[in-house]
């Protein structure tokens, strides 16, 4: 079910989220590694060279953010578990909890290119729209995309595509 919210209040939890993926990534950053040679080698047909050379990775875990309580007083009850959830990408900076499989790497670095195209703010803001006109965390185009993605390749990983295409083709569709 979708939530209507007024256009004040969407842009404040778009702010919000926007300071939170900022403040994680710099927490996260300094402890966080290269992608590893052989994960490297497997994506490389699938993902730009910069990102897989930019994006650093980092088993940890986020903690919940700040605003919740905010999200909960504006009826908002279903908002995501960030600290339960097995991956998280802030920017160019990936946090995993459970040991990195081939897939879970795979769907976060479709986010990594996603932030590469629409900015921080950018991807904040269409997380946030799609998250409160699906209802859900399952419904939120960027998340479509990326588990669309990380199921096609987890199908038939010999069978390559460009992510980056992909994200431009959405992005001029207005599929965000
Ligand atoms: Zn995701």
Redesign the pocket.
């Known amino acids: 079910m979708p939530y209507s919210l007024a256009e004040k209040q969407i842009e404040q939890l778009s702010n919000w989220i926007a300071t939170y993926i900022a403040e994680q990534r710099a927490a996260f950053q300094g402890k966080a590694a290269s992608i590893e040679g052989k994960h490297h080698r497997a994506l490389q047909a699938f993902f730009p060279a910069d990102v897989l050379n930019n994006v650093r990775v980092v088993r940890g875990r986020a903690p919940e953010p700040p605003f919740y309580p905010q999200l909960r007083a504006l009826g908002i009850r279903n908002a995501l578990p960030f600290s339960d959830m097995a991956g998280i990408t802030f920017q160019d900076v990936t946090v995993h909890v459970e040991p990195f499989t081939l897939p879970l790497l795979f769907?976060e670095l479709v986010?990594a290119v996603q932030y590469k195209h629409l900015g921080l703010q950018g991807f904040a803001d269409a997380y946030v729209r799609g998250f409160l006109t699906g209802g859900s965390y399952e419904e939120i185009p960027l998340?479509k995309q990326?588990y669309e993605l990380e199921g096609k390749f987890s199908a038939n990983s010999a069978a390559t595509f460009s992510v980056e295409d992909d994200v431009r083709d959405r992005i001029r569709a207005k599929r965000f």
């Open positions: 769907h986010h998340e990326a």
